[in-house]
Nanobody, 123 residues
Framework: QVQLVESGGGLVQAGGSLRLSCAAS????????MGWYRQAPGKQRELVAA???????????SVKGRFTISRDNAKNTVYLQMNLQMNNLKPEDTAVYYC?????????????WGQGTQVTVSS
């Protein structure tokens, strides 16, 4: 069982930045693919950014160039740096952000989720 604990959410003004952190338990963190998802009010949960065990990244089109995902395997932590420029905000930036860990085995992938952290962007 992997426990994920997010932190760093809160209220941020347009033009500001925020860094979310997700700390994972256990000793196998470096083998997991990690991701950040978000769920805005009335919408489905969507993938924001992901990083493989090897460090490859991919992003939703809506956050490319604005958000950066990274990981520190020595600290069992994945980060999401959010740069919220006023001219590039999306309504869905205000959402609950969830950390996800994907533990892959042959023919099977097990997912773990954090409890979520609220991000509210004030314009």
């Amino acid at each position: 069982q992997v426990q994920l604990v997010e932190s760093g959410g809160g209220l941020v003004q347009a033009g500001g930045s925020l860094r979310l952190s997700c700390a994972a338990s256990g000793s196998a963190f470096s083998s997991y693919a990690m991701g950040w998802y978000r769920q805005a009010p009335g919408k489905q949960r969507e993938l924001v950014a992901a990083i493989s065990s090897g460090g490859s990244t991919n992003y939703a089109d809506s956050v490319k160039g604005r958000f950066t995902i990274s990981r520190d395997n020595a600290k069992n932590t994945v980060y999401l740096q959010m740069n919220l420029q006023m001219n590039n905000l999306k309504p869905e930036d205000t959402a609950v952000y969830y950390c996800n860990a994907a533990q892959r085995s042959p023919g099977y992938t097990r997912h773990y989720w954090g409890q979520g952290t609220q991000v509210t962007v004030s314009s």
